[in-house]
């Protein structure tokens, strides 16, 4: 009984202590880690802006592959993030969702297990001599809870070190990935197509393509024609902010053929364009967009009318996303 006693004794006197430590530590606590990655800043950037290439980076994600992810939100930027669960205690239960994004830095709101006091996740992304200088740090607010505070003090020796493998994983990704946008000036020579316009959401862009593209290559092979370029997407319409888009996909052909509803036969007016080459998954396309935007605003041109995409790359016959290759016009006055 006497050792049972003092066991008792030492248990009540361990935890009175670490409450006692718990008051006086600090009640936040901030963890930062930086590498400078030798490869540009627009794609050392979309690694972490685009949440469904975290898994490939993500030390968690690693130290879990049994766990359940779910992406919530847009697939990029303000309101993108992800859900998970774990039975791994390294890794438990939580969810992550980015309230900013520029190009310039990130920050999400991570929540842990129950807490409903989010921490803040923040990825700065700088140019530098020898590629792009990526910070990725975490700031805590433990509030008035003593063993919180007291675990706080250990927080950067154990996440410290998961942030350096992160952050050795996405140098290691970006170094095999070709630089993901490059813009130009050229001029479309204009041309016959056949074309199909619907509303949907954006979850719903690549079902609604494969139905598009399947229903006129079965109305152009009726006709014996076959088409001459890539096929393309014009997006008269894109809501981010409500997850909608207007899109009119189409292919071209030789010279204009018949069509019946729903597809329809249009005339492409020739004229001039920015061009911005992309490489990557098509959820990543938007710097594409950004980019041509930007050059625009450099070079004082006025972008006019609706830009499309146009689908280079077979994936069935390349299965690797990266190497991809989406075409990104915009008409330019």
């Known amino acids: 009984m006497k050792v049972v006693k003092w066991v008792l004794i030492g248990l009540v006197s361990l935890v009175v202590l670490i409450v ?21 800043r627009s794609v050392v950037y979309d690694q972490v802006n685009i949440m469904a290439n975290w898994a490939a980076w993500s030390p968690w994600d690693h130290l879990d592959t049994n766990m359940k992810k779910t992406l919530t939100g847009p697939s990029s930027g303000v309101g993108s993030g992800y859900t998970w669960t774990s039975d791994e205690w390294q890794v438990g239960n939580g969810k992550l969702e980015v309230v900013e994004a520029d190009a310039n830095h990130i920050v999400a709101d991570m929540h842990f297990g129950a807490s409903e006091r989010p921490s803040k996740a923040s990825f700065t992304f700088a140019d530098d001599g020898k590629g792009t200088k990526v910070t990725w740090s975490l700031d805590s607010d433990y509030g008035m809870n003593p063993f919180a505070r007291f675990m706080g003090m250990f927080m950067d020796g154990m996440v410290g070190p998961m942030f350096e493998k992160g952050l050795a994983s996405i140098d290691s990704i970006a170094k095999t990935l070709p630089p993901p946008v490059t813009v130009r000036e050229e001029l479309f020579n204009g041309g016959s197509a056949l074309t199909m316009r619907v509303q949907c959401s954006i979850s719903e862009i690549g079902s609604k393509l494969a139905l598009i593209y399947g229903t006129i290559m079965k109305s152009a092979g009726d006709q014996h024609v076959s088409m001459i370029a890539p096929p393309f997407a014009i997006y008269h319409q894109f809501d981010q ?21 729903p597809v329809q036969a249009v005339q492409l007016a020739p004229g001039k364009v920015i061009v911005a080459d992309y490489y990557g998954p ?4 938007g710097v594409a967009w950004t980019a041509i935007e ?26 690797d996303s990266t190497k991809w290759l989406t075409r990104v016009y915009y008409r330019v006055k």
């Open 282 to 285: 098509y959820q990543g396309s």
């Open 241 to 261: 902010a409500n997850g909608k888009v207007d899109m009119e996909a189409g292919m071209q052909f030789p010279s204009l053929p018949k069509a019946a509803a």
């Open 20 to 40: 006692a430590i718990g008051f006086l530590a600090s009640r936040t606590s901030h963890i930062e880690r930086s590498r400078v990655i030798a490869a540009p």
């Open 294 to 319: 930007r050059y625009a605003n450099d070079h004082r041109l006025v972008l006019d009318g609706s830009p499309w995409e146009s689908y280079v790359t077979d994936p069935m016959s390349t299965p």
